[in-house]
Every structure is written in C-alpha cells, then in structure tokens.
C-alpha cells in the first residue's frame, strides 16, 4: 500500500496516516490500515509522549498545589507561574492522549469538531505559555530595574487581571487555526478522514505558518531579549559598584539614591546586612529560573515553528520524504516535551519549590521555622531589587 507524506502539525506526526494534497490523494486498504504498525517509528514517539504526560502532569499539579495551598507562596511570579502550568496541563491533557490514539490509525476517526477543537487548543496553549513568559520578563524588568513603580505596577490583584487578558487574547489570537486546518475526506469506499493542514490554499496554509511564527517565537523572543538584557546589564553594574565599594570605608550618603544600597549596607549591621544579601540572591536566583524556563522553551519549540514556515515557503517539499520526516517528527515531539521541562526547572533552580514539592508529596504542612524563608522567597516583588533606596532615603 502506498501513500503520501502530509503537511502536518504535532498532532498529525509519526502516525500511520501521511496525508497529503486533496488533489494527489491515494486510494488506501481500510483493513491494512488498522493492521498494520511502523513500531520503528511508534516506540520513541510513544516513549517520548509517555514520558512527557506523566511527568508533565504529576509536576504542573505539584506546582498548581504548591502555588495555591500554601498561603506564602502566592506572589506576583508565582500567579504568572501558576498560569503557565495550568496552561501546560491543558496541552498535556487534551492534546497527548489524542496524539497517541492518532499514532495507531492512518485516517482520522475522531471526528470534524475534534479535529479542530484539538488543534484550536493546542494554538492557544501555546499563545497562552509564550505571553505568559513575556509577562513574567516585564514584571522582572521592572522589580529590578524600577523598583519604586514595581510597587503599584507588580501587584496580585494586577498580576491576576493580565492573567485573565492573556487567556482571552489566546483564544482570540488563536482562530486562524480553525480555518487553517480541515477535516477532509479521502479514498475510495470505504472513505476514511484526515485532519491535516489546509495546503489546497497555499496562501491561507504560508499566512498561518508565518503568523504563528511571529505570535509565538520572533515578537516575544524580541520583547523577553531586549527584558532579560536589561535586567543582567543593571545586575553586572550593581554588582561591580558593590565589589568597588565593598573595600572602602563610606564617609556620607551623598552619592545620590542610586549609589544607596551599596552603601547602605557597608554601616548597616552583620544580620541585616546579611538578610539583604539573602534577598538579593534569591531574586537572582529566580530571574535564572525564569532565564532557564525561556530558553528552554524557545530551544522545544523554535525548530518546529522554522520548519513549519520554511515548508510554507515552498524551502522544504510539502511531501515530506524519509530523513526530513523524521527530522519534523522529533522537532514535534520537542513541542510537546517541553510541557514537562518547566517542573523540572523550578525542582532544580527554586529551593522554595523544592521544599513545597515535597511538603505537597509528603501531604506535610508548613513547619513553623520555615514560613520566614518561604516568605522571602515566593513573595519576591515586595523586594525594592537591588537598586533599593537607603532606610534614610525612603525615610
């Protein structure tokens, strides 16, 4: 039996149905098709798609219960944070089960509604965790390096309404998906169905492609770029200001509020001086975290997005053949995994998650010598960042 490579998207990949162009379609064996397996291909995608499930859902529920039942870990970041994951959970939940029912069938069975709602929801979950992280970018820019408007602009109440815009500007941003996709017939009788993209229109198939890769890789990228540049050159000046002025004795305060800190903390005494330190690193350490968590997601889902608009482009043969199949199916299988990478990152870089991980693991509450240190890391806004005003200044 023959058939033909589709343009396919991650629910449409590594499965036994290679659809194609309505106009070169194949007739196909309708008992061949559920007979037949290419376990070759199936056992990594089905490893990898297992993996990611269960580790991507036991870890965004860990971070879901961590966030809202434990009272000192609701900030600002952790509202953003909590958004993501629920974001991730939705992927997670709704898209793999149906990606791994599609790997044993070479049409699709599921349906015109599923066919659509699936991809619909998939495009904005995506949306959802790329606007997500470049809100989460915005709110670090301005805790560090405008402390003072941080306090009005980074608030809960503030980081709970760009929560709820975010989700409605996903939905909206992502309809072009319903009519990028379809849900077509193909063969002989027995017809069967595919849910692939619409390429019968190329210029509607290249608007998606190209749309998709600005929404959610070139204009956050640029944003999330030109925060996190900002936020290590104000670090790097602040931390070399320190290191000069760690080795002279301070005569006045008179070098201006920027100059404060740095100052402020030579006189002050061992244990304040010490708990400013601690704060200051664990503001650092999150803005690594959330570093990470960027990088990690543009490394999952940059190569998919290029691929997708360079085939559009007509770069790459719309029938994909072997070696490039392959390469576009571990460039999906990416997608989808990084689903399960952000619970990992906060595991390894945020002691305070760590410590709720496993209180929430354990069904442990809070011990009491711990509610200090769990309140100086989770509620990070309150910081006034490293450019924070002299006791005199605020005075």
Request: charged content about 15%; aromatic content about 10%.
């Amino acid at each position: 039996m023959e058939t033909v490579t589709a343009v396919e998207d991650p629910l449409n990949a590594t499965s036994a149905e290679d659809g194609g162009n309505s106009s070169a379609y194949i007739d196909y064996d309708a008992e061949q098709s559920v007979q037949i397996y290419f376990w070759g291909e199936l056992a990594t995608a089905l490893v990898v798609y297992g993996l990611t499930f269960v580790i991507g859902f036991i870890g965004n529920v860990l971070i879901l219960v961590a966030i809202t039942g434990n009272r000192r870990m609701k900030s600002v970041t952790n509202t953003f944070l909590a958004s993501l994951a629920t974001a991730d959970l939705t992927l997670i939940c709704l898209c793999i089960p149906v990606k791994i029912a599609k790997l044993f069938s070479f049409t699709w069975t599921l349906g015109p509604v599923l066919c659509l709602g699936v991809h619909y929801i998939q495009t904005v979950t995506a949306i959802c965790s790329v606007l997500t992280l470049t809100a989460i970018s915005l709110e670090r820019y301005y805790v560090i390096l405008h402390p003072m408007k941080a306090q009005y602009i980074c608030t809960r109440s503030q980081a709970n309404r760009t929560v709820v815009a975010i989700w409605v500007l996903s939905f909206v941003l992502a309809c072009p998906m319903l009519v990028a996709q379809v849900h077509i017939s193909v063969g002989m009788p027995p017809v069967g169905f595919w849910c692939v993209r619409n390429v019968d229109i190329p210029a509607l198939w290249r608007f998606n492609e190209l749309y998709l890769l600005v929404v959610l890789l070139l204009a956050p990228t640029a944003v999330m770029a030109t925060a996190y540049t900002c936020i290590v050159l104000e670090v790097w000046r602040v931390m070399q200001k320190r290191q000069h002025m760690t080795n002279q004795v301070p005569t006045s305060k008179s070098f201006g509020e920027d100059h404060a800190l740095v100052l402020d903390d030579t006189v002050k005494e061992p244990v304040q001086r010490s708990r400013s330190v601690d704060d200051q690193a664990t503001l650092q350490q999150l803005t690594r975290m959330m570093v990470a968590v960027v990088v990690f997601f543009l490394l999952c889902w940059a190569p998919l997005l290029i691929f997708n608009a360079l085939q559009s482009l007509d770069v790459f043969p719309v029938h994909v053949p072997g070696p490039v199949k392959h390469l576009k199916t571990a460039f999906e299988l990416m997608a989808y995994a990084n689903s399960s990478v952000n619970p990992v990152v906060y595991g390894f870089m945020s002691r305070s998650f760590r410590e709720s991980f496993q209180r929430s693991l354990c069904g442990q509450r809070q011990p009491h010598g711990m509610r200090r240190d769990a309140s100086k890391s989770s509620n990070l806004t309150h910081l006034t960042s490293l450019r924070q005003p002299a006791a005199g200044a605020m005075a």
